[in-house]
T-cell receptor
């Protein structure tokens, strides 16, 4: 059974640019959550999508957005990149999004903003 | 009240020793407490989880101890091995809520 696939694995962008990250969840999983991980802040919840609808949102500025497609694949977009956006971005897939079913994480996209 | 406080931030244990990581919470509505393990270059993976109706859960060398009155739970790794070197996150959620509240993580190093 294929795991959660995140592309690309590494990305270097310049301040002010925008970036799109992709996540393909486990087949049959309808929920995709996105997290930002930095050494100082740990795992910060960005948003969760279920059946193409954003169901939960963390405390991030509007520059961070996402969407989910009918096949459950999800993308997140960061516009007007800032140096502080450098981080590991993780997506997590789960059947229905319920925390007590457990989340399966991808290996992440390492974004560096220069 | 939504926070989960995890300690220590980092931990070095000799091979064969016991590693102990602690977490504390305030919200008594939390009723699901998982631990996730993350290796470098990988995303976190669910290791073990507990609900407050039991005080302890054991899976192999990994044990969660839960103290409901103190609002604390901890992960014990018995006979710690170098392969256990990873970052460990505790977390909590309410019922079948859709979001976990995460601890800050503990970087564990097992010295051979």
């Amino acid at each position: 059974k294929a795991g959660v696939t995140q592309t690309p694995r590494y990305l270097i962008k310049t301040r002010g640019q925008q970036v799109t990250l992709s996540c393909s969840p486990i087949s049959g999983h309808r929920s995709v959550s996105w997290y930002q991980q930095t050494p100082g802040q740990g795992l910060q919840f960005l948003f969760e999508y279920f059946s193409e609808t954003q169901r939960n949102k963390g405390n991030f500025p509007g520059r961070f957005s996402g969407r989910q497609f009918s096949n459950s694949r999800s993308e997140m977009n960061v516009s007007t990149l800032e140096l502080g956006d450098s981080a590991l971005y993780l997506c997590a897939s789960s059947p229905l999004g319920q925390a007590d079913y457990g989340y399966t994480f991808g290996s992440g996209t390492r974004l560096t903003v220069v | 009240q939504q926070q989960v406080k995890q300690s220590p931030q980092s931990l070095i244990v000799q091979k064969g020793g016991i590693s102990i990581i602690n977490c504390a919470y305030e919200n008594t509505a939390f009723d699901y407490f998982p631990w996730y393990q993350q290796f470098p270059g990988k995303g976190p993976a669910l290791l073990i989880a507990i609900r407050p109706d039991v005080s302890e859960k054991k899976e192999g060398r990994f044990t969660i101890s839960f103290n409901k009155s103190a609002k604390q739970f901890s992960l014990h790794i018995m006979d710690s091995q170098p392969g256990d070197s990873a970052t460990y996150f505790c977390a909590a959620s309410i019922g079948s809520n859709y979001q976990l509240i995460w601890g800050a993580g503990t970087k564990l190093i097992i010295k051979p």
